[in-house]
Every structure is written in structure tokens, then in C-alpha cells.
């Protein structure tokens, strides 16, 4: 067996995590700046939820998709559970009804896609680009 296991751990290497270019989505006063920005270029709410395991698969499926460079799309996070109030001012601002995993796609101040838990990952952002 001590053959196997030499075998088995040098073959696997850990995964390298990839790094999304994120701005975290903490306060209320960025809503007005992404509806600003929306005019020039396509801003994204990913709304997670930390407690959540279907929201964390949806994540790091995202993640591992995820194409796009910083300058064709602000990518926002909002950890849900910690910034509730934010939350709930993107779901009256935009005009959405509150899911989690939730993704919203902000062109000219409105939303022009959005879609939740697995949904996320069938959305062609570059269709909004």
C-alpha cells in the first residue's frame, strides 16, 4: 500500500483558487455608483449567501467560468448575511425579488438579466457586454 499512496499523493496537486477581480458590495451609497457606471459598462451583483452550500457550488461554478477582464465588467459580491440592508436596497432598486445564490446584470441603470441558484451559470455575460 505504501506504493499506492506515493503514487496517489504525487499525483495530485491542490488546486489553485482563481481570483475574480471582486469589489465588495458593502454599502448602500454603491448602488448609486453601479447605476452610474451602468452607462458605460456592464456592472454585475453576485448576492451570496456564506451559510448556504447550493449558494457556495453556485460560486465556485461561477468562478471557474468566469472569462470576462475588469474592463469589460465590474464584478460586485455581496455577502448577503453580513450586509442585509444592502441587499434588500439592490432588490428595491433594481426591481428584483430577493433569492439566494442571486446574479443581476446592470446596464443603463436598470437590470437587464438576472437569474438564481443554478440559472446563474447559464447566463452568456458576454451577450451583456
Not at 35 to 48: P, R
Not at 102 to 122: D, E, R
Amino acid at each position: 500500500m505504501g506504493i499506492l499512496n506515493k503514487f496517489i499523493k504525487g499525483s495530485s496537486k491542490p488546486k489553485e483558487e482563481k481570483q475574480l477581480p471582486w469589489i465588495p458590495l458593502t454599502n448602500t451609497q454603491q448602488l448609486e455608483e453601479i447605476e452610474t457606471k451602468s452607462k458605460t459598462k456592464t456592472q454585475i451583483i453576485f448576492k451570496h449567501s456564506t451559510r448556504c452550500g447550493i449558494s457556495r457550488m453556485v460560486l465556485n461554478q461561477f468562478v471557474d467560468a468566469y472569462d470576462h477582464s475588469d474592463k469589460e465588467i465590474d464584478l460586485y459580491y455581496l455577502d448577503l448575511l453580513n450586509h442585509r440592508d444592502v441587499s434588500n436596497e439592490v432588490g428595491y432598486k433594481f426591481q428584483l425579488i430577493h433569492e439566494s445564490p442571486q446574479l443581476l446584470v446592470i446596464k443603463n441603470g436598470v437590470t437587464v438579466a438576472h437569474a438564481s441558484h443554478g440559472a446563474i451559470n447559464n447566463l452568456v455575460l458576454s451577450e451583456f457586454i
